[in-house]
């Protein structure tokens, strides 16, 4: 997979995993990344499918419908992906915190309702559910951010709610934050974020 590897202070021990949305590239979450913890080391993927020439996570029969088969072993392959990075960068596999935006929060998702203990926490923005009618892993104490849009038409609220409810229900801490906005991320979504995240890793 195409990615950027950055190891930034050596004292921080989180990793944030940056996963783009549709269309967009390696380099369009680092400046949310800068925003949430400058100190943490960054891994940024690229998408490996492409639809219409725009990069993806995983393909989709059409918009709001996923190809499940794909996703899962998409899915698999992210988490594969992450487990040779951590030993090819040094960095610790239990500290990484997903940072995905629409597509890349969707895959982001998919490894919370597919695998154990693969991710730290997540901040989720704009996304929607991954699958529905499958068991999902004891996610007990996980902590889960997810940035909505309360005028979103590609994930409405009740995408949200059910998303939220479904994490919930498997264990996890789950906090959402409502911006009056549609699908764009807002300033105000990642200084929430930015605040989530500094509660769960540094208890401020």
């Known amino acids: 997979m195409k990615a950027i590897f950055e190891k930034r202070d050596e004292t921080n021990p989180y990793t944030l995993l940056l996963l783009h949305g549709t269309g967009g590239n390696e380099r369009d979450l680092l400046p949310i990344a800068d925003m949430i913890d400058k100190g943490a080391s960054v ?19 059409r918009e709001g419908v996923f190809d499940e088969e794909d996703l899962i072993f998409r899915t ?23 940072v995905g935006y629409s597509n890349g929060a969707n895959i982001a998702g998919s490894l919370l309702y597919h695998y ?21 892993p004891d996610m007990s104490g996980t902590p889960v951010f997810i940035g909505a849009g309360k005028n979103d038409p590609i ?6 709610e059910e998303l939220e409810a479904s994490l919930m229900e ?27 995240y500094k509660k769960v890793t540094k208890g401020e």
């Not at 698999?76 to 997903?98: C, M, P, Q, T, W």
């Open 155 to 160: 994930c409405p609220p009740q995408e949200t």
């Open 116 to 136: 154990n203990n693969v991710l730290n926490g997540a901040v989720l923005l704009h996304p929607m559910v991954p699958r529905r009618g499958i068991e999902l």
């Open 43 to 61: 891994l940024s993927v690229r998408g490996n499918v492409l639809e219409n020439g725009m990069p993806r996570f995983f393909k989709r029969l």
């Open 76 to 98: 698999d392959e992210l988490k594969n992906y992450l487990h040779e990075a951590a030993e090819e960068h040094g960095f610790d596999r239990d500290k990484v915190i997903a």
């Open 170 to 196: 498997a264990g996890a801490a789950v906090e959402v934050f409502w911006a009056d906005q549609g699908h764009q991320l807002t300033r105000e979504e990642i200084d929430n974020a930015a605040s989530w």
